[in-house]
T-cell receptor, first 114, second 113 residues
Framework: KAGVTQTPRYLIKTRGQQVTLSCSPI?????VSWYQQTPGQGLQFLFEYFSETQRNKGNFPGRFSGRQFSNSRSEMNVSTLELGDSALYLC?????????????FGPGTRLTVL | AQSVTQPDIHITVSEGASLELRCNYSYGATPYLFWYVQSPGQGLQLLLKYFSGDTLVQGIKGFEAEFKRSQSSFNLRKPSVHWSDAAEYFCAVGGVGTDKLIFGTGTRLQVFP
């Protein structure tokens, strides 16, 4: 089985722009979670989608949004980028809800905001 | 609400030495516990998990962890560390009835030859 894929792997944007990141889960997995990883804050939960519905959301501003399609692929959007949004964004998939299932992580998208 | 504490931010060991990474959790019911490893520039990979049953869990790459309910701990161990084990290690806790997996802040392992 192919693993979790994330595109693009690297992105450079400027403040004020918006960005869309994509995640393709492992085939058959219905849950996709997104995390932001920075050296200072560690791994921060953004949101989880399960069967096209947002199951829960972390403590991030409304500039961060996401969605999930019927094929379980997910996108994450960040509008009005700020310097502090520079981070590694990780996507993880699991067969069912993430809170008690193993999550499989993608390699991440490295976002740099200038 | 559940929480995870990894008391050691950075650990340095010599190759061939034994290793123990600490993880303490807070959760009201039976926890589901995980250890993940992240090599530089990569995503997280599951090392092992505990759901129930035998409290000593074997994982990949020669790692094991022991669930101790009385101490609310799930420490990761390896008897002999290899240079390729240098990475960041994350402990996580979840469970039925929780809304998400909670990760610790990670422990960075450095291995000297």
């Amino acid at each position: 089985k192919a693993g979790v894929t994330q595109t693009p792997r690297y992105l450079i944007k400027t403040r004020g722009q918006q960005v869309t990141l994509s995640c393709s889960p492992i085939s058959g997995h219905r849950s996709v979670s997104w995390y932001q990883q920075t050296p200072g804050q560690g791994l921060q939960f953004l949101f989880e989608y399960f069967s096209e519905t947002q199951r829960n959301k972390g403590n991030f501003p409304g500039r961060f949004s996401g969605r999930q399609f019927s094929n379980s692929r997910s996108e994450m959007n960040v509008s009005t980028l700020e310097l502090g949004d520079s981070a590694l964004y990780l996507c993880a998939s699991s067969p069912a809800v993430s809170s008690y299932n193993e999550q499989f992580f993608g390699p991440g998208t490295r976002l740099t905001v200038l | 609400a559940q929480s995870v504490t990894q008391p050691d931010i950075h650990i340095t060991v010599s190759e061939g030495a034994s290793l123990e990474l600490r993880c303490n959790y807070s959760y009201g019911a039976t926890p589901y516990l995980f250890w993940y490893v992240q090599s530089p520039g990569q995503g997280l990979q599951l090392l092992l998990k505990y759901f129930s049953g035998d409290t000593l869990v074997q994982g990949i790459k020669g790692f094991e962890a022991e669930f101790k309910r009385s101490q609310s701990s799930f420490n990761l161990r390896k008897p002999s560390v290899h240079w390729s084990d240098a990475a960041e290690y994350f402990c996580a806790v979840g469970g039925v009835g929780t809304d998400k997996l909670i990760f610790g802040t990670g422990t960075r392992l450095q291995v000297f030859p």
